[in-house]
């Protein structure tokens, strides 16, 4: 008998819970309850709305002076011909000729990046070339066989003439990888049928 109200008074308990679950949770695409709210839901500010906290009013904060972004890569060069003369003096590529997996990445850079005006080959003819856009001279003359790897990067980071940067299209790897590929290019012109 005392285990018959036991069980009833058990089902009776589950029933009520059940059921007061489904009446109080009536939006079920809203949390219930919430531990802490001022945690989940912190105060943040839009970039670009006028903030009360600084005295000229900005959100967006000029990072501290003296300080750089991590990962910065800092480059102390100008967009000038002497710069790109510097440059070419003082950087050296990182990338080994003898490293294929840099080449092939360069290959594929440059088929994708430098083809379309430079020729597949470099010789100044590739299709926006042949359609009015000034051709750029061959890369496989001796002018650009004998420019210094760091010019050529300078070239492709800053731009030259009619040629535009690259430096936000192609990250400093695939630029000296691209002139790995270049030299590919070029190295049968230097010295036809010789040894590498
Ligand atoms: C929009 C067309 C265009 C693209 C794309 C382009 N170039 Fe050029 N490039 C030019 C032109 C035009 C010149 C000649 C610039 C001048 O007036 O000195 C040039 C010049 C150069 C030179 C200097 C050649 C010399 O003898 O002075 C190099 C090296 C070069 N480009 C490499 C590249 C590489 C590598 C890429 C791919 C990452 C590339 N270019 C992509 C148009 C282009």
Redesign the pocket.
């Known amino acids: 008998m005392n285990r018959l109200v036991l069980n009833l008074a058990l089902l009776g308990i589950f029933l009520v819970t059940a059921g007061l679950n489904f009446v109080l949770r009536s939006d079920r695409t809203r949390p219930n309850w919430e531990y802490a709210p001022q945690m989940a839901h912190s105060p943040r500010a839009n970039a670009f709305a006028v903030s009360t906290v600084f005295a000229d009013g900005k959100t967006l904060r000029e990072p501290p002076q003296g300080t750089s972004p991590r990962g910065l890569q800092s480059l102390h060069y100008a967009a000038t011909p002497e710069d790109a003369l510097r440059a070419g003096a003082e950087l050296a590529s990182p990338v080994s000729a003898e490293d294929r997996a840099a080449v092939d990445r360069g290959a594929f ?2 088929t994708t ?2 083809a ?3 020729g597949a080959g470099g010789r100044g003819d590739g299709p ?1 070339a042949r359609r009015g ?2 051709p ?2 061959s ?1 496989l ?1 001796e ?2 066989i004998a ?1 210094p790897d760091g010019q ?1 990067f300078h ?2 980071t800053y731009g ?5 940067s ?1 430096a936000s299209q ?1 990250s400093r790897e695939d ?1 000296w990888s ?2 790995a590929y ?1 030299r590919t290019l070029q190295h049968p012109a230097v010295d036809p049928g010789g040894t590498p």
Do not use: E, K
């Open positions: 850079v440059f990046f430098c379309p005006c430079h926006v856009y000034p750029p001279p890369l003359l002018h650009a420019m050529i070239v492709l030259q003439g009619n040629m535009p690259y192609l630029r691209s002139i270049l």
